[in-house]
T-cell receptor
Framework: TQLLEQSPQFLSIQEGENLTVYCNSSSVFSSLQWYRQEPGEGPVLLVTVVTGGEVKKLKRLTFQFGDARKDSSLHITAAQPGDTGLYLCAGAKAAGNKLTFGGGTRVLVKP | SQTIHQWPATLVQPVGSPLSLECTVEGTSNPNLYWYRQAAGRGLQLLFYSIGIDQISSEVPQNLSASRPQDRQFILSSKKLLLSDSGFYLC????????????FGPGTRLLVL
């Protein structure tokens, strides 16, 4: 059973469209991270959110941490082919050394 | 700046052969170190993590073991590989003061035939 559920599992859109990826849990996390991974490479950290209700923007990417710190979303505006990849969310529990990863959302942006 | 290296990048091994994957970190001291396995296109499963030399925790029962002979070196091993050991193996590090933020190596793709 995944502690962090990501949806959808796969998303295919045209260049210029918007998309949202969700990361949900019944557990509370002290922080939540989003990573992007390209085939054959390691995940690259995009953002860390730590405060309930927090919103962070990274160019066309907007990340939100839920008020109760149980869920998060990633919104991409005007997606480009370079946004294609596997998006992973990962949560950290307070006083822990480990991250729990979601199952990932594969995003394909077609030119 | 910190960098993390993994080798080899790709490995094809027969069933029953031994395995040794190496991970090293540069530019930081006393990092937390992690080994993950990733099924194709899916999330990461934590296999082992280490908070210091010879301090290793195993997350799932399996055919693999880990060792940390030096502060910035983390090794994943097996005495006899199984077909089910095939996958993409990722090493990661985090700072002691910011353990929730992990940085990943380039990964090793292992194919057991």
């Amino acid at each position: 059973t995944q502690l962090l559920e990501q949806s959808p599992q796969f998303l295919s859109i045209q260049e210029g469209e918007n998309l949202t990826v969700y990361c949900n849990s019944s557990s509370v996390f002290s922080s939540l991270q989003w990573y992007r991974q390209e085939p054959g490479e390691g995940p690259v950290l995009l953002v860390t959110v730590v405060t309930g209700g927090e919103v962070k923007k990274l160019k066309r990417l907007t990340f939100q941490f839920g008020d109760a710190r149980k869920d998060s979303s990633l919104h991409i505006t005007a997606a480009q082919p370079g946004d294609t990849g596997l998006y992973l969310c990962a949560g950290a529990k307070a006083a822990g050394n480990k991250l729990t990863f979601g199952g990932g959302t594969r995003v394909l942006v077609k030119p | 700046s910190q960098t993390i290296h993994q080798w080899p990048a790709t490995l094809v091994q027969p069933v029953g052969s031994p395995l040794s994957l190496e991970c090293t970190v540069e530019g930081t001291s006393n990092p937390n170190l992690y080994w993950y396995r990733q099924a194709a296109g899916r999330g990461l499963q934590l296999l082992f993590y280490s908070i210091g030399i010879d301090q290793i925790s195993s997350e799932v029962p399996q055919n693999l073991s880990a060792s940390r002979p030096q502060d910035r070196q983390f090794i994943l091993s097996s005495k006899k590989l199984l077909l089910s050991d095939s996958g993409f193996y990722l090493c990661a590090w985090s700072a002691q003061g910011a353990r929730e933020t992990q940085y990943f190596g380039p990964g090793t793709r292992l194919l057991v035939l």
